[in-house]
């Protein structure tokens, strides 16, 4: 019976206490400029680059074209009140950056492996900083291709296509196989 009382009489005071923290103080603040907003909670976009759902809108769009996009994506980002942007870099395999463990990815210039003549993800990250939004880089490990189970479709130093014996089809899909310890390794690079 007292350790009832003594849990509702707990309860009653924390109820007491989030009464008198005023209401201004819980809400979603203005960043400073400059300011990265994370000590209090996250409020994220997810941007996926798979198929050009999201960004960049279509394969091999220029250069200029590509930064004007997610330069607006993120204004439109700030301006829901986020605080982050957690973006898709690594969409099958394959890099928004510069990898030694994959090649350029085909959602930017349209030709997997060929250079997009600038830094994606250096760019990216540093609009994001400039709105004071979080960059959380998001990448599937495992996903080779999403259309096909063909390796020849893939560019010559892919890593797949060096080690085919890592790879495995599932639907109309292939993966690297989590269950060899070469692959394994390779995707913990």
């Known amino acids: 019976m007292l350790k009832k009382i003594s849990m509702t009489v707990l309860t009653l005071m924390l109820m007491f206490v989030f009464l008198l923290i005023p209401s201004s103080s819980l809400a979603a603040r203005p960043v400073p400029k400059g300011k990265l907003e994370s000590t209090r909670e996250m409020r994220a976009v997810w941007i996926a680059s798979v198929y050009n759902l999201d960004w960049p809108s279509k394969k091999g769009l220029p250069v200029a074209e590509q930064k004007k996009e997610f330069i607006r994506l993120l204004d439109e980002i700030k301006a829901m009140n986020m605080n ?77 296509r060096q080690h085919p014996e890592w790879t495995i089809a599932y639907g109309n899909q292939l993966y690297y196989n989590p269950g060899i310890p070469e692959a394994q390794d390779f995707i913990a690079l």
Do not use: C
Not at 111 to 135: S, V
């Open 84 to 160: 982050a942007v957690i973006m898709q870099i690594k969409p099958t395999a394959d890099a928004f950056y510069p990898s030694a463990y994959g090649p350029w990815s085909e959602y930017l210039t349209g030709t997997q492996g060929k250079d997009p003549g600038y830094d994606p993800l250096e760019f990216m990250i540093e609009e994001a900083h400039k709105r004071g939004l979080e960059f959380h880089a998001w990448f599937n490990p495992y996903r080779i291709t999403m259309n096909h189970t063909d390796l020849s479709r893939l560019s010559a130093d892919h890593p797949a």
